[in-house]
């Protein structure tokens, strides 16, 4: 079902030498509807109709300018007759009064006359529709958990063999709900209607009882009308539907979670033992029927390890009238010492059987080759106590006591004060190279780090920036591959 805005009303029966005229398609409109207004002025002189950008408050959206020129006889005198059309739709909330509006035609000043709208309150449970066209809402339970993802199929019927200019839908307001529509929908045949099926995926943003607003169209039927010099034309002739509103129910679940529906998990690292600062990545899934747009995932903290993460990737399919979601992430976690990857728990509610379901990720222990060993001192055990002050043997002084001691020690003070002015003054060129290279493999790793599933290439490049980064100087980096594929993936 195509999405058409706007119409071309044509009035021309209905005007006269000189005039301006505004016409609406209707003067009673339900709530949320919108109106056509269209403003004409015919005349052999007339001014360019400005643009509206809002009535009465109300924005103007899909703005539409016609114009045409025919022959008038009037007393058996011919005269060239010019018309400017504007139609523009917008949608009042409330009773409300449209303007005059006025023009210059033919050298004089022309009004319109001001047009009374007024809004009826829409019925609960109640739908407009015709012989020919109907609109209706359907979900697949009333009652339902709220995080819990529920589909809503809307159907369009339409009588075979009606010559149909356009269709202008506007689907419901969804105000309390998160909503998606899935798919493009589909067409078919069913007796003598022709029917679009339109799917949306709505998960309730609060409990308790809520409404589904109707959903809306206008459709333009082509009829011939007769014009005045005898001749006919085409213009649209209007109809109004609208779909019933639907009463909801959303239950909270007791039990605290972190998702609703059913699902797996799986997890798996790459390598349980890496050599220092060499990344290892984790990665984990969950797979199941419900949704999980709205899932905040799971993180890590471990101390001195440094951890980079991606966006997770979340793919949803309608499979029959269930929704089935995929939610892929990974973690890359570098370190100098061996380190725990701990298990963590996702809270599942299963709303069929009202129970809650812990699913949980496997605790990992890496070893680290060639890293930094935590050193301890062997515990001496005694059965006689330990002397911590021991009178000084003979052949043992006092530094303080030999003069060549108080040489040596003037000797490192003068060492000590030349070596810090080497330092002070030496350039600091390689030491500045150091910093900017890690700066643009820190600019490197923004960008090529999503793109580690996309190629083989990109992969071994990152791994071989993180070990760098960590300091293992064995690693060379090839510059110009790495420019030509952050060129390609910034």
Known sequence: MNKILGSFLCVLGFLSAGSITATVDSTELTEGDSVLFTLAVTGKNIDHIPDIKEINGKKVFNTQRRSSSN?????????????????????????????????KVDGKIEKTTPIEIKILKSSTGMKRETKDFSLDIKVEK????????????????????????????????????????????????????????????????????????????????????????????????????????????????????????????????????????????????????????????????????????????????????????????????????????????IRVYDYETGKIEVLKTKAYSIEVEGGVKKLSRPVVHTQTGVQTARPLLKNQFKWYEDPQSLWALALAFVLGIFSTYLVKYLPSVSLAKFKVRNNKYDEALKVLYPKMGESVEVEAMVRQLYARKGGDKSINIDKEALKILVEKYQ
């Open 71 to 103: 022959f008038v006889y009037v007393n058996g005198t011919s005269s060239m007759e010019k018309t400017q059309m504007m139609i523009m739709e917008f949608r009042p909330d409330r009773n409300m009064t449209i303007p005059s509006f006025s023009a």
């Open 142 to 345: 009333s009652k339902f958990y709220l995080g819990e993802s529920i589909i809503l199929n809307l159907y369009f019927k339409q009588r075979k063999h009606i010559d149909v200019l356009q269709i202008d839908y506007m689907p419901p307001a969804f105000k309390d709900f998160f909503s998606k529509q899935i798919g493009e929908g589909s067409t078919y045949d069913k007796g003598d209607f022709t029917i679009q099926e339109l799917n949306y995926l709505l998960i309730a943003k609060k409990a308790g009882a809520l409404i589904l607003e109707p959903a809306r169209a206008k459709i333009a039927e082509r009829s011939r009308e007769q014009q005045r010099g005898g001749w006919f034309t085409d213009v649209p002739k209007w109809t109004k539907i609208s779909s019933p509103s639907l009463e909801l129910e959303v239950i909270e679940a007791s039990e605290k979670h972190d998702i609703v529906g059913q699902f797996t998990l799986t997890d798996k690292v790459d390598h349980m033992k890496v050599k220092a600062n060499k990344p290892v990545t984790l990665r984990m899934e969950l797979l199941g029927k419900g949704t999980l747009d709205d899932y905040d995932g799971i993180s890590f903290n471990i101390p001195s390890v440094t951890m980079y993460s991606d966006d997770a990737k979340i793919e949803s399919t309608l499979m029959g009238k269930k929704l089935q979601s995929r939610y892929q992430k990974s973690f890359v976690f570098i370190s100098d010492h061996n380190f725990t990857i701990p298990s963590k728990e």
